[in-house]
């Protein structure tokens, strides 16, 4: 065993030696870390970002803000945003400190795979154009780090892409196309490529109204006004790697866009090609058809849980899309605390939304969620740091549930709900 005196220390050693990720940082009562969880992977973790607000700060000063504001930005005043977070930060953990406590696992078991933590990545579309090959870097950091990665039918990598990088272990999120033929094709390129997850969406009935991207034009397609252009100049790190990585297209979505379309052209086909509202007509379909697990995102309420559960679902994602489309909803920690207890034992219950460290993530388990997703938190990392910033993200993340759970004593993910304070639970 060695000693270290702080966590500092013990962090700036690991940056030092690129030594181990996962449990690396578990320090005993006494200040020792046992050698035994040292693994052989390599060490991203950049100890000048230790928490995803320095993440956030690095990532907004090196990109072009229409870029920063279409990763960050809420709808209308943000208040669901900012909910989010500020009502996961609101539960509270009672912790054991003298009963016998043998070391925390955050190996985590769903749908058959068994993952390496308790949290995954959420869909994000178009992630090359807020940093370049943002897809392609996140979807090898899950890989590296054995997490969950799901990618948006509007992502700027393919599906065969992600299959590439992920040998076939991803998720697909599928938007509704309005042509039957057209989700077929989807559901069967993305089985072919290996995905057995597939998440469909309810929380984008209609589009969305962000002040912000209606300010930089930033719809689909992005209108490319003078101030948009001066912000591309200011960003050049940005910029020379717009320019390595070639101009973000939709990849899945390529093949069946018309070629030569004008940019203002291929804004309506897309608006065209997929009809937003989510109904119990179009889930059957997809259940008959899909053999994996099919999971519905942006469920919020017990009437449409039941819905899913009635089609025969695998999972739910309570969700409100990281309060970007209803500025008036409930945060997701609210309805995911009603339905883990009701519906927990007929379907999975996750959640995404708020999610900025590990222990908001230890909130959500503790409050019932199966597992959790997190869409802006490693967007941050790879927008701040680049190729490895979805390593060090995760990394991070996994130290610092880590230390939640040796902190409250808490040996198993799932046994997070015994150290809730069920009172500061909001709603
Ligand atoms: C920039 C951005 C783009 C997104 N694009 C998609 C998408 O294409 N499909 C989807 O299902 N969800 C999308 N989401 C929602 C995320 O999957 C997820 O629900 C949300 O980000 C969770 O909140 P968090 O960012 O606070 O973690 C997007 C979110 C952001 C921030």
Known sequence: MQRYDSIAEVLKLE???????????????????????????????????????????????????????????????????ARNASDIRKVQLKPWYLRDFAGADQTTELFGETYDAPFGIAPVGLQGLMWPKACEFLAQAAVDHNVPFTLSTVSTASIEDVSKITNGRFWFQLYHPAEDDLRDKLLERAWEAGCRTLVILADTPTFAYRPKEIRNGLSIPPQMTLRNIVQMFMSPSWAMGQLAAGKPEFKTMKQYIPKGLSMKHLGLFMNKTFSGRLTEAKIAPIREKWKGNLVVKGIVNPE????????????????????????????????????????GDKIKVMIDGGMYSGADIAACLACGADFTFMGRSPMFGVCALGRYGGQHTLEMLKKQLQQVMEQVGCSQVSRLPEHLIAESVPG
Request: glycine share 8%.
């Open 304 to 343: 449409d849980a039941e819905v899913a559960i009635k089609h025969g679902l695998d999972g739910m994602i309570v969700s409100n899309h990281g309060g970007r489309q209803l500025d008036r909803g409930q945060s997701t920690i609210v309805p995911l605390s009603r339905l883990a207890p009701e519906f």
């Open 15 to 81: 940056d030092k030696t690129s030594r181990s990720i996962g449990q690396s940082i578990v320090v005993t009562a006494t200040g020792e870390i046992p050698q035994t969880l040292h693994s052989t992977m390599t060490s991203h973790f950049n100890s000048e970002y230790p928490s995803i607000e320095h993440l956030r700060a690095k990532a907004k000063s090196r990109m072009p803000g229409f870029a920063y504001d279409y990763l960050a930005a809420g709808c209308f005043s943000e208040v669901n945003l």
